[in-house]
């Protein structure tokens, strides 16, 4: 059956729908003949029996619209949520405070994409010194597995405690462990937690930011990690708003850093 036989029947169908307009029929009130229904559902199905491909392709399409509305509304979240983003003391983060534009990454230690962003997110930061980068502790993983949690409780506690710079080598390190999915344990983080001086014995307690963090990634529409938002520290639209919802590379992340610069510079 070729596509011609459906593209006649839609044809007649549309002339049936017009004549009734002319006529100044509700076009909602037109109706097939039960035959005519049965033949144009006959050559639908031997049509799409004989190539099945239509199927894909019409699935494609169906899942790229879905992502694009998702992708839509998530720029819009975040556009609503930019104070929470953006000017949270409690979120670690690393680059000038007055940055014009910011990275800000949702994270957890047991992710293996997140792992193997960091060396695309460190080579970005290097080449990056103007840029702002937000680091939330995100550890979608704690219930299955703890220790992500305590983790990243003690990644929070370490910002608070020693810093920006101290927080980054901690960071790095614990992913440099290779210990993700499940196998990172305690005595891989307290053994990083002293490379950089933290004392556990005089940490705060953290729990309130994580706390945060879950809600504004529930807000934004994240459910799972890596999960990165670019977008200039004042202005934010969705013309120069980034949100990758996944692992991504250097040079994707980098794009999304020039729109936003370029926003900013105007």
């Known amino acids: 059956m070729k596509l011609n036989n459906i593209l006649s029947m839609m044809m007649v169908a549309g002339g049936i729908l017009l004549s009734a307009q002319a006529a100044g029929v509700d076009k909602t009130a037109v109706t097939f003949t ?4 049965t033949r144009i559902g006959e050559i639908a199905k031997d049509y799409l029996l004989t190539h099945p491909e239509v199927l894909v392709e019409v699935s494609q399409k169906l899942q790229a619209r879905q ?12 556009i609503q949520n930019q104070e929470a983003l953006l ?7 690393y680059g000038p405070a ?12 047991q992710c293996i994409y ?3 962003l960091v060396p695309e997110l460190a080579e970005v930061i290097k080449v990056n010194p103007d840029v702002r980068f937000v680091f939330k502790e995100f550890p979608i993983f704690g219930q299955r597995w703890p220790v ?10 370490i910002w608070k405690q020693k810093g920006a710079d101290a927080y980054l ?21 307290s053994s990083v937690a002293r490379k950089v001086k933290f004392d556990a014995k005089i940490a705060p307690d953290v729990q309130g930011t994580l706390d945060g963090i879950n809600v504004l990634a529930q807000q934004l529409g994240f ?3 890596p999960a990165l938002v670019v977008l200039p520290s004042s202005g934010a639209s969705t013309d120069n708003v980034t949100v990758i919802p996944g692992f991504t590379q250097a040079e994707a992340l980098q794009a999304a850093i020039d729109k936003a610069a370029g926003s900013a510079k105007k």
């Open 169 to 189: 080598q901690y960071h790095n390190a614990i992913y440099a462990t290779g210990h993700n999915e499940g196998k990172l344990t305690d005595a891989d983080i």
């Open 114 to 116: 997140c792992a193997r």
């Open 34 to 37: 039960p035959e005519q229904e």
């Open 148 to 157: 992500s949690l305590r983790a990243a409780k003690t990644g929070v506690q």
């Open 223 to 225: 459910g799972g990690t």
């Open 67 to 78: 992502q694009e509305k998702q992708q839509r509304a998530m720029t819009i979240a975040v």
């Open 87 to 93: 000017n949270d003391k409690g979120t670690p983060s």
């Open 98 to 109: 007055d940055a014009k534009v910011v990275v800000v990454e949702f994270f957890d230690y």
